[in-house]
């Protein structure tokens, strides 16, 4: 009788195993893995359908502004206009077509990244241990677990190792659970089931291994999956922002609309041309357009990334990363290529070059040396493979291939010394350690923690003598002033013929056998990152567990610091430290090494309090907590931890510094766009909407109706406001120092640079319309050449504030959007004004060729204009 899923727990994990006909030491064979997953089907969560598509779309209308709109529109039917009720009624539905469409292109593009990040994990099949993506695991698969995974199944544990689990998503519960292979009542809750790992749950400390009993749907987390459902949040400070200063205006607005009826009346206008005048200024003030073009600038920032190897999970990241004061990095893999290589042994008081090992080389006859290269071949978690050469940490594979280099044969070692057991390296514990045969214990890890647990060392004759701790710490300090990290190697026994190997085992009574050192050269594209961060006000600051020399010289190499001096510290300086100190060592110092995963949090937290925005890299479980504190948490993509993939708001695709310098530079492209929209889109709304009001309070006619501002502002929202959300970056952006964090929207340059453009429009508009009806313009094309004349100084002003116009006309073919969007805008004018149907529904006129030679003034006055406009906003 098969084992239902829900009482797995309360079976021995032999049976469960047997029932779903697998071999808990050989797995499943692939032919039948292979059935399995046609038969169960991929295991995965089907996304969850989130509101349906009318709900997402009337959310688009969920805005004050828009509102009003909506309100017009209706008054205007009322009054019997269906027409002007149409068209006011159009706009709302084209910018709420507008966002709809580039919220669903940003979500699809998020969740799109979001899936190409896949989760592999290790299984056992076939006796043979492999790698595979998590999506092909099928019930019976024997799925190994360690530090830092999240568990991409419901397992039946068969074996644990002082497994511990983050069960929080699903029970609750803030600490790890302890786990064990033990069967439990059936009618346990979920939280204690000790015997099994749920799907989504992280691998906080120690090792295991479970055979899977579901997948996809079947699975705890997947019956609960309609409340687990992460919806995309597009929501980030600077929308907020715009939403506040948005409701803001419209409060201005609606006063000033007020005005603009009451002072119209008063001065002996009709009222229902006041009531056409009020709604035109209400109109024209509201940007419409400024939602969709913030959603369009995000969406296209989130895709600039994501072409160079940064996934922003998380939106708010995009416009955080241009104000980043300081990078918090690690050092293997991000700053370092992540090829160790070993160059030296120190064994028996002798300091040996690897490329001395070779067969017949009088080096070789050391055996401190031979059981320094014996134990790291040993106590040791990277294996061959056919496909990929070697598998695994690339420190452990950097010891296989010293051990190889000297002639030593990894399987001919596993068969005289079979592995037992072992204890798994952990940050906080600083060392790995393996039992062999039946009493070998072996050791590597940190030299502060190996030698601080013997009491003898190895003679290069084999005989041990007392250990000389002052010798081997400066052999210690000098390979790693050599830029060599440095691993420690120790031997002892367990006394007898012991099947597990205890902590208490390893505490004390060791006999040292040596050291070896490995280099791992800094990236070029690193070396240059650094320079340019360093260029554009952005400091960086090394975070290793490494030894201090070594982090040191890695550093002066990557060109950290100031004036060739590195300010270096160990994190056992830091404790015990008050938080004043720590935030002035956090501020002075370039490089913390051998530092803790408690330590990263305290020193991002110190960092923030001296004001920084702070982006911190990190790829283990227990980095995940500074990564959560961070302003920017960096985790890698390649060889990051599932825990520290969950926590962070960007991952590295390439886990390389280079990419984190490319994406703060984006970040700021995006703010720079963002700027542009405003510095374009108040204006044009402020001018249109002030005309009307100065035309009421000095009792003349109306330069604009309704029906022509909402023209306006449609040509503008569509044809030439969106390119600037296209824009590209501008030459020297990395040179120019951070954005203060505090800075408001709409700062002092700003402002005054919206204030001059607004009274020019304001001027010029009104200047047109009394020019033409004193030249004997009947209202139609006195209003219709006010309109145009708008429309070409906004084309000014568009090309004066694009990067188009600083890189010079030779380069206007990386703005195509830029032309594209005035050779719209040109077409839509033309049509405004000289075609017949437009004529009537809009009361525009043809222009003659001197009318239009008056309008094209503002493409000459525009210039000193937009020039004295950027040197306001410098």
């Given amino acids: 009788m098969p084992i239902p899923f829900a009482e797995a727990h309360s079976h021995q994990a032999s049976l469960v195993a047997a029932d779903l006909g697998s071999h808990p030491e050989q797995g499943l064979s692939d032919l039948e893995a292979k059935q399995r997953l046609l038969s169960y089907g991929a295991n995965a969560l089907e996304a969850g359908g989130g509101p349906p598509v009318w709900r997402r779309f009337l959310g688009q209308f969920h805005d004050p502004l828009l509102y009003t709109l909506l309100v017009v529109g209706a008054i205007k039917l009322l009054l019997h206009e269906p027409g002007e009720a149409l068209v006011i009624w159009s706009v709302t539905l084209i910018n709420a077509t507008i966002g709809y469409i580039q919220e669903s292109k940003a979500e699809t593009a998020i969740a799109a990244l979001a899936r190409s990040v896949r989760t592999e994990v290790e299984v056992v099949r076939e006796g043979r241990r492999q790698r595979l993506v998590s999506e092909q695991l099928v019930p019976g698969d024997l799925v190994c677990l360690e530090a830092g995974n999240k568990v991409p199944a419901d397992l039946r544990l068969l074996q644990t190792r002082n497994l511990q689990l983050d069960e929080s ?160 990095s690690d050092k293997t893999g991000t700053l370092t290529q992540n090829r ?20 017949g080389n009088e080096a070789a006859a050391n055996v401190a040396v031979h059981e320094t290269l014996l134990a790291g071949l040993l106590c040791n978690d990277a ?68 030698l601080a647990r013997c009491s003898r060392q190895l003679r290069p004759d084999g005989q041990a003598e007392p250990l000389d701790v ?28 012991a099947q597990q190997l205890h902590p208490e085992l ?12 490995m280099i791992d050269p800094p990236r070029p594209e690193a070396v240059a990152a650094v320079a340019a961060c360093q260029q554009a006000g952005v400091t960086v600051k090394m975070i290793t567990g490494d030894h201090l020399e070594t982090a040191r010289t890695i550093a002066l190499q990557l060109g950290l610091g100031k004036n060739g001096r590195v300010r270096a510290i160990e994190g056992r300086d830091l404790d015990q430290r008050s938080d004043d100190e720590l935030s002035q060592i956090a501020r002075d110092s370039d490089v913390f090494a051998r530092v803790a995963p408690a330590q990263k949090l305290a020193l991002v937290r110190a960092l923030q309090r001296q004001g920084e925005v702070v982006a911190m890299t990190g790829d283990g479980v227990n980095d995940a907590p500074a990564l959560k504190q961070a302003d920017i948490g960096i985790a890698m993509g390649r060889g ?46 402020g001018s249109a909407s002030m005309t009307i009001l100065l035309g009421a309070v000095l009792g003349l006619e109306l330069p604009v109706t309704a029906l022509q501002v909402l023209w306006l502002n ?84 568009l090309v004066s504030i694009s990067q188009a116009s600083k890189m010079g006309w030779r380069h206007w073919h990386q703005s195509p959007w830029l032309a594209a969007g005035i050779a719209l805008a040109v ?15 809009f009361a525009t006129a043809p222009l003659e060729p001197q009318q239009w030679l008056v309008c094209g003034i503002a493409l000459l006055v525009m210039v000193p204009v937009a020039w004295l406009a950027e040197r306001l906003d410098s």
């Fill in 340 to 359: 160790m290589t070993v160059q030296e042994i120190y064994a028996g008081g002798a300091l040996v070059p690897l490329e001395a090992l070779g067969p």
């Fill in 506 to 517: 390893v505490e004390g009574g060791l006999d040292f056998l040596g050291l070896q050192g």
């Fill in 827 to 841: 077409v839509l004018q033309l049509s405004f004004s000289q075609l017949g149907w437009m004529n009537r529904f």
């Fill in 169 to 328: 998503s699903l029970t609750g519960e803030s600490l790890p659970a302890a786990k064990n292979s033990e069967a439990v009542a059936a009618a346990s809750p979920l939280a204690e089931r000790v015997g099994m790992a749920y799907a989504g749950c992280f691998v906080s400390g120690g090792q295991g291994q479970g055979v899977v009993v579901a997948t996809g749907a079947t699975t705890e987390v997947g019956q609960i999956s309609d409340s687990l459902q992460k919806q995309v949040n597009l929501s980030t400070p600077l929308t907020r922002k715009i939403r506040r200063f948005s409701q803001t205006l419209l409060h201005v607005v609606l006063v000033l609309a007020g005005l603009t009826f009451l002072v119209g009346i008063l001065r002996g206008r009709g009222a229902a041309e006041m009531f056409d005048g009020a709604v035109a200024l209400a109109v024209g003030a509201i940007p419409e357009e400024l939602p969709a073009i913030v959603t369009i600038t995000l969406a296209i920032g989130v895709n600039r990334m994501a072409l160079r190897n940064a996934i922003i999970r998380k939106l708010p990241a995009v416009e955080a990363l241009g104000s980043t004061t300081v990078i918090c």
């Fill in 714 to 797: 449609m040509v503008c929202s569509l044809s030439l406001s969106v390119p600037l959300a296209f824009e590209p970056r501008p030459p020297g952006l990395m040179r120019q120092p951070p954005r203060p964090p505090a800075q408001p929207l709409l700062n002092r340059g700003l402002v005054r640079k919206v204030l001059l453009v607004s009274v020019f429009y304001w001027c010029f508009i009104f200047g047109v319309f009394l020019w033409a009806r004193s030249h004997g313009s009947n209202l139609a094309q006195a209003r219709t050449m006010a309109i145009q004349a708008l429309v070409l100084a906004q084309i000014a002003y």
């Fill in 383 to 450: 294996r061959p493979s056919q496909r990929d050469g070697l598998v695994g940490d690339p420190t452990e594979t950097a010891l296989l291939q010293a051990a190889q280099t000297a002639g030593l044969d990894r399987q001919l070692a596993l068969e005289a010394h079979p592995r037992r057991d072992a204890i798994p390296f952990e940050s906080e514990q600083q060392y790995m350690a393996t039992l062999h045969g039946g009493n070998r214990i072996l050791i590597k890890g940190s030299a502060e923690a190996v």
């Fill in 640 to 685: 990051g931890t599932e825990v520290a993939r969950e926590a962070a708001d960007m991952l590295l695709t390439d886990d390389n510094f280079a990419t984190i310098e490319a994406a703060v530079e984006e970040g700021r492209v995006v703010y720079l766009n963002l700027r542009k929209a405003l510095a374009f889109v108040l204006p044009v709304n």
């Fill in 470 to 497: 002052v010798a081997i710490e400066a052999a210690v300090t000098a390979m790693a002033v050599r830029g060599q990290r440095v691993l420690a190697f120790a031997i002892g026994s367990s006394g007898n013929q």
